[in-house]
Structures are given as C-alpha cells and as structure tokens.
C-alpha cells in the first residue's frame, strides 16, 4: 500500500513542531511550506525524521532543499532506501 505523501509530510511535520506551536496543515504539494509557518528549525526536523524514515544518510538528507511538498517528494524519492511501513508508525518512530 502507498502512502499518501502529503499526508505522511503533514504528520511528522505536526510532530517535528513544538508541542506549544499550532500546526497548520499544508493543504497541496505545491504550496510554499514557509507560507504555513515552518521555519528553518522546524523544516531541519521535519527533514531529518524524514530522512531516517526514508533511509537516507544523513550527509545526503543535508542537502535537502524544498520550498514546497512536492519538491521534498522528489528529493526523498531520488534517494530512499526504504518506506514507512504506515504514517501511524512514522508518527510512532518520530515522537
């Protein structure tokens, strides 16, 4: 089964902010994610969760550079090594 990857980018991302930050969910792959609130911080979380849950070596996560969702999907794609077996279980993994 695949993974919505809006819905998994949206999940961590809600796990990678601070607990007293309300998250706004990025409603299209295309919208600007600095337009929701994520800053430089919070997109370094989101990236490294990311990363570990896709298999990917920290010193090619590193230069992971999207201004939007749907630019994140490409970097993670080109170097994944593994999937998510759920976004329940990525949640898990990253809290």
Known sequence: MSINFLELFN???EV???I???YNP???MTDK???YGMDSLDMLMV???MCELHGIPEEVGKDLQAENVQQFQEFIDKH???D???IEAAVEYCK
Request: proline fraction near 12%; charged fraction near 20%; glycine fraction near 0%.
């Open 84 to 86: 998510p077996e759920s």
């Open 47 to 49: 990236c490294v969760y």
């Open 16 to 18: 990678a902010r601070p």
């Open 26 to 28: 990025i409603p299209n």
């Open 33 to 35: 994610i600095a337009d």
């Open 20 to 22: 007293h930050v309300k």
């Open 11 to 13: 999940a961590v991302a």
């Open 80 to 82: 994944k090594t593994q």
